[in-house]
């Protein structure tokens, strides 16, 4: 196990696993979790090349290590890093963190689907419930929270995606878990929808969804599950069409990381502190 000379005595020994990685914010926050509920743990960064991926998970959890979180672009490939997978890392098909039990297996869980459904609900007070809402892009992002979106028995989800294909398909594979459908852009009806959530790569560089205007309307609350530095282009954008309220994804990366300490830990942290010191500069 490592030592973390900020702590006496042995810490159990955590990190992210990314390519790149260097850019993420996990340290910090799992950092300031550490500190603020008295667990001893070190947590670093893990950049790990695709050819080495396998062996240097196995390499880590063999040396004692106790729990990852995975992020682009392993979120696929760490599934195969688990011998049991949660139900909802099932219906993402990804895993965001591995966790070592007692008995030396490893369950992998996905946090991203509820890190979002926490921020909507309890930081935001956003109901979902009866509602309409509109999931944009049809990725990884947006498989990741689907079933948890749907638990929360929305009136209707619609996926939209530039390539309707792919919208189509993954309506298609969670039409079990409530009322959901899959279509291109052009062909998204029924107006101004109660929720508008950015689930598209999009922002990375700097595009907006070619959406149709009017799934925006004064009581939409727009959700981009991309962050940065300001607001992104789909919170300015959505802003300028008048929407009720529009925010980035902060929220999100703090409470999927608390899910997952909580996994790893048995305790889960305050997330305000951590999303005050994100957003504070
Ligand atoms: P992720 O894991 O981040 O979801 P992904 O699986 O590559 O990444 O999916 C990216 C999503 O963003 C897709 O829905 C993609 O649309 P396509 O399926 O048509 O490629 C969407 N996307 C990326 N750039 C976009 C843009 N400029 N406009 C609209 N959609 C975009």
């Not at 298609?172 to 598209?200: K, M, P, S």
Request: proline fraction near 5%; aromatic fraction near 8%.
């Amino acid at each position: 196990m490592a030592q973390n000379p900020g702590m006496s005595g042995t810490v159990d020994s955590y990190g992210v696993v990314g390519h790149p990685v260097a850019h993420s914010l996990s340290p910090f926050i799992h950092a300031m979790f550490a500190r603020q509920t008295g667990q001893a743990m070190s947590y670093r960064l893990f950049d790990f090349p695709p050819e080495a991926l396998q062996e240097s998970v196995a390499a880590f959890f063999a040396r004692g290590g106790r729990g990852l979180n995975i992020t682009l672009p392993y979120k696929v490939a760490a599934v195969a890093h688990a011998n049991e997978l949660t139900k909802r890392a099932q219906h993402a098909g990804a895993v965001n963190t591995l966790a070592m039990r007692k008995d030396g297996t490893i369950l992998g869980d996905n946090t991203d689907g509820v890190g979002l459904t926490q921020d909507l609900c309890s930081n935001r007070h956003v109901v979902v419930t009866h509602r309409r809402v509109l999931v944009i892009g049809a990725g990884g992002a947006a498989r990741g929270v689907l079933a948890p979106l749907l638990g929360l028995e929305p009136q209707i989800v619609v996926i939209a995606n530039r390539t309707a294909d792919r919208a189509k398909a993954l309506a298609a594979a969670f039409a079990r878990l409530g009322a959901v459908e899959g279509v291109g852009f052009r062909y998204i009806a029924g107006g101004a929808f109660d929720l508008v959530i950015n689930a598209t790569s999009a922002s990375l560089t700097g595009e907006i969804p070619d959406v149709p205007v009017g799934v925006v309307g004064p009581d939409t609350f727009c959700y981009d599950m991309a962050y940065g530095k300001g607001d992104t282009p789909f919170v300015r954008w959505c802003l300028e069409l008048g929407c009720r309220a529009a925010v980035p994804g902060w929220g999100m990366l703090v409470e999927q990381a608390a899910e997952s300490f909580r996994l790893w830990r048995g305790v889960r942290p305050l997330t305000g502190p951590v999303l005050s010191a994100l957003t504070a500069s």
